[in-house]
């Protein structure tokens, strides 16, 4: 059984495949044989869009490398409309994977946020710093995972 398995065009129990199959209501900004672009219901600003897959797979190692032209492509465009409507300055673009991680909805996407000065929005990091070694030891533990894959 590969990866992939678990990926499917529908999840009768996907608040976004229902979207897509238009069982529920959504603001469309943008769509194509393989990408749905929406409005956040309860965006971080307005003009808070998500771009969803129109396969469901529960996050982003779930899918499929032929899906990553058209999401990403499909993310510039609503970005580009974004920040020129509003006059941004700035925007984020980001995806939750896991729950730890904040993803609350078990469909892949990619948000694409508004972003203003003083906003108030914080990603608050403590950066850490690599010991002696760390750095390539992370590095050859990592390249080796690249390799097996």
Same mark, same amino acid.
């Given at each position: 059984m590969?990866r992939f ?5 529908v999840a009768?129990d996907?608040t ?8 529920l209501p959504?603001e469309?900004l943008?769509?194509d044989?393989?990408?749905?672009c =929406?409005?956040?219901i *309860?965006p971080i ?8 897959p129109k &396969? +469901?797979c529960k996050?982003f ?6 899906y990553?032209p058209?999401?990403?492509h499909?993310?510039?465009v609503?970005?580009r ?10 925007f984020? =673009?980001?995806s939750? *994977?896991?729950?730890?991680?904040g993803?609350?909805v078990?469909?892949?996407h &990619? +948000? ?10 914080k990603?608050?990091?403590k ?5 002696n070694?760390e ?6 533990l990592?390249?080796?995972h690249?390799?097996?894959?």
């Amino acid at each position: 059984m590969d990866r992939f398995t678990k990926c499917r065009m529908v999840a009768t129990d996907c608040t976004f495949c229902r979207i897509i199959s238009r069982k529920l209501p959504a603001e469309i900004l943008f769509e194509d044989k393989h990408v749905l672009c =929406i409005l956040d219901i *309860n965006p971080i600003h307005y003009g808070h869009a998500l771009v969803i897959p129109k &396969l +469901h797979c529960k996050d982003f190692l779930e899918l499929p490398q032929e899906y990553l032209p058209g999401i990403f492509h499909s993310a510039q465009v609503v970005a580009r409309a974004v920040v020129s409507c509003l006059n941004l300055e700035g925007f984020n =673009i980001f995806s939750n *994977n896991g729950r730890i991680a904040g993803q609350s909805v078990f469909h892949f996407h &990619l +948000h694409v946020t508004p972003r203003y000065e003083d906003d108030n929005i914080k990603f608050v990091l403590k950066l850490k710093s690599y010991e002696n070694g760390e750095m390539e030891k992370y590095a050859k533990l990592i390249r080796q995972h690249i390799k097996m894959s």
